[in-house]
């Protein structure tokens, strides 16, 4: 994918939204072909240097993004010459999708496989276990603890587990 279709993609867009934050995101959003130094990234977006190096440090904790040293030989300093390698996205992303469907399985089984009481003044929810510990009453306002159904929480889950199965063309045998 060329970097224009990747960064018009509302998909990565979010993830590398999520990856960087607001502020780093001009710095994620407009990646040069070639190499670029922090200082030229935080003069041409007109951000602050350290905003800028935050977003390039945590794009290249995920591999988006490599630097080499260059030491001036006049001054001695150091310059980072950055570059983007935005062609690790979809990997990135189908990886991200599979910890969040591990997640999602495990937690739409914990929602089904438990028996919730709710305090309706406090919004508390308890298992079943704990409310009967209570007496099925709320340890915080004494009101009765009422059997809540969790079906509208465990269909939304449903549905997105189903989504991200699709996407990931995960088989589901049982
Ligand atoms: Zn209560």
Redesign the pocket.
């Known amino acids: 994918m060329a970097f224009e279709d990747l960064l018009n993609d509302p998909v990565i867009q979010k993830y590398l939204h999520e990856l960087v934050g607001p502020t780093g995101m001009p710095v994620a959003a407009a990646p040069p072909d070639g190499e670029v130094t922090d200082e030229e990234l935080a003069e041409e977006l007109g951000l602050e240097l350290n905003d800028v190096r935050r977003a390039l440090f945590i794009l290249y904790e995920n591999d988006l993004a490599t630097y080499r040293r260059v030491r001036d030989e006049d001054s001695g300093w150091l310059t980072y010459l950055w570059t983007f390698h935005y062609d690790n996205i979809p990997e990135n992303l189908q990886e991200e999708m599979y910890r969040l469907l591990d997640a999602l399985e495990e937690r739409e089984e914990y929602e089904r496989t438990h028996e919730f009481y709710l305090?309706?003044?406090?919004s508390?929810r308890f298992e079943f276990g704990e409310a009967m510990d209570f007496g099925f009453e709320?340890?915080?306002?004494?009101?009765p603890l009422e059997a809540m159904d969790n079906d509208r929480l465990r269909d939304a889950m449903d549905q997105r587990i189903e989504a991200l199965r699709d996407e990931l063309n995960v088989d589901v045998t049982g």
């Open positions: 305090c309706e003044v406090c508390i709320c340890p915080e306002c004494g009101s």
